[in-house]
């Protein structure tokens, strides 16, 4: 009997491990190809329409329009990294220190408050959907990893630049920028690539265009911190110097 099973045992194991490999490439094709051509769409985006249309919104209209990086002013992603991400240059997808203080936060009765670094928001925005589940935070690693491996950083930043939703159904800064001051994103000024950036946590209910004190607070915020991470250089520079980088994720 073992003499037979070994044999059917080497053979369940290379079909898994082919299995595998299978399942890298067609996951990692994509991450891939997309390091070099843009986005037609997103998994978020499919997802709002998909809503939309169950809702019955028939005046919805999505919009998305990509520019490349040379197109989108350099304080428009200088501000989502002092908004969002500022340990971005340096981290390899994940802020592992920024996931054990929210976790203390939270154990010691906080709001639980986000983590997630901009590696990680552009893998979810591409290829998963809304939602919280162990399952979702895991194939949202694994394709941050895919991304960080693949993509250099300038590449990371262009592409969440121009998925990101600022508004309903308004995804990228060139849409944004656009809608809300009709104006191309390589015009952006510091205080509205902020703006852009403070209602990033949640586009749907903060308004850049119209904002609510606490969107004007956390711009201004935003601002000084695009400031004291040392201007359009942190993200022009592929290498900033370490000694710039802020501790601090969240107004």
Do not use: C
Request: proline fraction near 7%.
């Amino acid at each position: 009997m073992a003499a037979g099973f070994q044999p059917r045992g080497r053979r369940w194991l290379r079909r898994a491990a082919l299995a595998l490999l299978l399942l890298f490439l067609i996951t990692w094709l994509p991450v891939l190809l997309l390091r070099f051509i843009p986005p037609v769409t997103s998994a978020f985006m499919i997802e709002r329409r998909i809503g939309a249309a169950l809702h019955g919104e028939h005046d919805f209209q999505l919009r998305y329009r990509w520019v490349p990086w040379p197109q989108i002013a350099p304080v428009a992603p200088l501000a989502m990294v002092a908004g969002e991400d500022q340990k971005f240059p340096f981290h390899h997808g994940f802020d592992f220190e920024s996931i054990h203080a929210a976790i203390s936060d939270a154990d010691e009765g906080m709001r639980l408050r986000g983590a997630s670094t901009i590696s990680q928001q552009t893998a979810k925005n591409l290829f998963l959907w809304n939602g919280r589940s162990y399952m979702r935070k895991g194939i949202e690693a694994y394709f941050t990893v895919l991304i960080e491996a693949t993509w250099p950083k300038r590449r990371i930043l262009e592409v969440y630049a121009n998925i990101a939703e600022f508004g309903d159904g308004i995804y990228g800064v060139e849409a944004a920028a656009r809608t809300f001051w009709g104006e191309h994103a390589s015009q952006l000024n510091p205080h509205q690539a902020a703006l852009l950036a403070a209602v990033l946590p949640d586009p749907r209910r903060l308004h850049a265009n119209h904002p609510s004190v606490y969107v004007q607070r956390r711009a201004a915020w935003i601002e000084r911190q695009m400031a004291q991470l040392g201007g359009v250089s942190y993200v022009l520079n592929p290498n900033p110097p370490l000694s710039r980088a802020s501790t601090r994720r969240h107004h």
